[in-house]
């Protein structure tokens, strides 16, 4: 039996991204104004380099999680 499955969770992760820069470009085409600019640069410039290193993260830790489970198993 599964602990913890990381994989999952990273997956997901990962897609809401993607998921985010879509609809951003998408957004952009019709909203191109100052206040999208500020909006872009305070909270979505922010956002992708949080989210690349929480998964780069959790790999790291479902590899622990692997390992550990392998040897209580």
Same mark, same amino acid.
């Given at each position: 039996?599964?602990?913890? %499955?990381?994989? /999952? !969770?990273? !997956?997901?992760? @990962?897609? #809401?991204?993607? /998921? ?8 952009? =085409?019709?909203? @191109? %104004?100052?206040? =999208? ?15 690349? !290193? /929480?998964?780069?993260?959790?790999? #790291?830790? #479902?590899?622990?999680?692997?390992? #550990? ?5």
């Amino acid at each position: 039996m599964k602990v913890a %499955d990381l994989t /999952t !969770a990273s !997956a997901k992760l @990962h897609h #809401a991204l993607k /998921t985010l820069r879509t609809r951003w470009e998408k957004t952009q =085409s019709e909203w @191109h %104004d100052p206040v =999208s600019q500020k909006f872009e640069e305070e909270y979505l410039s922010e956002i992708e380099p949080q989210v690349l !290193a /929480t998964l780069e993260r959790l790999g #790291a830790l #479902a590899q622990v999680m692997s390992a #550990a489970e392998q040897e209580c198993s």
